[in-house]
């Protein structure tokens, strides 16, 4: 198999993988990054971000990607296509290979591969994606002032989502498919007293219709029991917060993780444990997941790849 050095390899296109890059580009780093299955990751589903800090008039998710990706080739970033496959960290140089084919022997390694929301495997979100259906509230909420909308889940995120959106909407519907709510405490009390949340205990959503849009979700409550009920509610928007997957698979044996598979990071650092291994944005953050908070750790782990190498003198 072809084999190829290099001083730093990122593995991700997404706030932190790009930011990252950034920041090794300039260091002179000569990073290499592959973008995986998703260049320019999460964002590139969303329309307007609205509170990335530097853009008063909002940018289009994908605008802001590329702005990202040519800032960091601006400083000599390797932008490649490729996914990630197989990867042995047992030892430096790290080596990870891409596409099954061709392995990279890195000195440091910054894991950027993000997390992914999960859907219910509805044909309707496919179809409605971006008009109407979101698995994030802070990103698409604002968009749902005054209207009405529904959060399917009933986990603390599920519960957080529920309660910011309704600090927008005129209405929420909190879709739960089991009698109670898996959240803490506190945010279950929360969503039960807020006056503009109604909790569906025991309903699952079925289907979207609408001819512009979402307009209204198809619900079933006691799925499968004797007194099963079908009916439709109308709704302008869809939330899914139902859980993220962390794309950390084939780091899953050398890195620590917690029981979601997030990679567990020392403090509020980058560091996974690994000496010259490093992890930023979602695949190690369970509790933001902002593209802000995703650029921020992309830049902690440029910074300590840049001293892990300066310190054995190797740039
Ligand atoms: P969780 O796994 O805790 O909850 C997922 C929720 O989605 C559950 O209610 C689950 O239902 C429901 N669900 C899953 N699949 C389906 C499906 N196919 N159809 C309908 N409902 C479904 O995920 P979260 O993202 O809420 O939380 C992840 C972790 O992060 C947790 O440990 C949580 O405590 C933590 N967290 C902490 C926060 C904080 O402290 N502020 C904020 C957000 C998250 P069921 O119960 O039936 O399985």
């Not at 329309?47 to 590329?66: I, R, S």
């Not at 702005?67 to 296509?81: I, N, S, T, V, Y």
């Not at 979402?214 to 869809?238: K, N, T």
Request: proline share 4%; charged share 25%.
């Amino acid at each position: 198999m072809e084999t190829e050095k290099v001083k730093c390899l990122i593995i991700g296109s997404g706030p932190a993988g790009y930011t990252a890059a950034i920041y090794a580009g300039r260091a002179n780093l000569a990073p290499v990054l592959y973008e995986g299955l998703q260049p320019g990751g999460q964002l590139t589903q969303t329309t307007d971000v609205e509170n990335f800090p530097g853009y008063p008039a909002g940018v289009q998710g994908p605008q802001l990607m590329e702005d990202l990706k040519a800032q960091a080739q601006r400083f000599g970033a390797d932008m490649r296509f490729g996914v990630a496959t197989a990867a042995d960290l047992s030892e430096a140089p790290y080596r990870v290979t891409i596409d099954g084919e061709k392995t990279l022997e890195a000195e440091t390694l910054i894991i950027a591969t993000g997390a992914t929301a999960k859907y219910l495997g509805l044909e309707d979100e496919k179809k409605y994606a971006g008009m109407g259906v979101s698995a994030c509230a802070t990103c698409d909420g604002f968009f749902y002032r005054k209207k009405v909308v529904a959060v399917v889940g009933g986990g603390d995120t599920a519960c957080e989502e529920a309660i910011y959106l309704a600090g927008l909407a005129s209405k929420v519907y909190l879709i739960v498919r089991k009698p109670y709510l898996r959240a803490s405490r506190i945010m279950q009390e929360r969503v039960l007293k807020h006056e503009r949340i109604e909790v569906l205990f025991e309903h699952n959503a079925v289907g979207l219709y609408g001819d512009n849009g979402v307009e209204g979700v198809h619900l079933v409550r006691r799925m499968g029991e004797a007194d099963e009920q079908r009916y439709d509610r109308a709704i302008d928007g869809f939330f899914l917060a139902i859980g993220h997957k962390p794309n950390s698979d084939i780091f899953k044996p050398w890195v620590k993780t917690d029981e979601v598979g997030y990679i567990m990071t020392e403090g509020d650092s980058p560091r996974t444990g690994i000496p010259g291994v490093f992890a930023a944005g979602d695949v190690a953050d369970p509790h933001y997941r902002q593209a802000i908070t995703a650029a921020a750790s992309g830049c902690k782990a440029a910074i300590e790849a840049e001293r892990y190498l300066s310190e054995r003198g190797m740039v």
